[in-house]
Nanobody, 116 residues
Framework: QVRLVESGGGLVQPGGSLRLSCAAS????????MMWHRQAPGKARELVAIIGSADGRPIYGDSVKGRFIISRDNVKNMVYLQMNSLKPEDTAVYYC?????????WGQGTQVTVSS
């Protein structure tokens, strides 16, 4: 079955960096677009970044453009989110997501807290 496991979250000061990882299994990773979303307390889930399957072309949400970088390793079946210049408003649970067929699959999420 499809399984996504995020890691790498934690507490970081404003201006700092974190790298999130998502380990994927149960589907043909290299042929699927991968996504990162986030959800802050009391807010709707928000798309952070998308990376294409074949060309690995990234698309970013407006709030993270120029600060976050999404990447993938099709050998290790991993997707990453490098987060730089972090702000308090980046505080959220970050989720990895994939659409396989007609179904969406989510990881359990990893908490990122940006605070001094």
């Amino acid at each position: 079955q499809v399984r996504l496991v995020e890691s790498g979250g934690g507490l970081v000061q404003p201006g700092g960096s974190l790298r999130l990882s998502c380990a994927a299994s149960g589907f043909t990773f290299r042929t699927h677009m991968m996504m990162w979303h986030r959800q802050a307390p009391g807010k709707a889930r928000e798309l952070v970044a998308i990376i294409g399957s074949a060309d690995g072309r990234p698309i970013y949400g407006d709030s993270v453009k120029g600060r976050f970088i999404i990447s993938r390793d099709n050998v290790k079946n991993m997707v990453y989110l490098q987060m730089n210049s972090l702000k308090p408003e980046d505080t959220a649970v970050y989720y990895c997501k994939v659409k396989v067929g007609t179904s969406d699959y989510w990881g359990q999420g990893t908490q990122v807290t940006v605070s001094s």
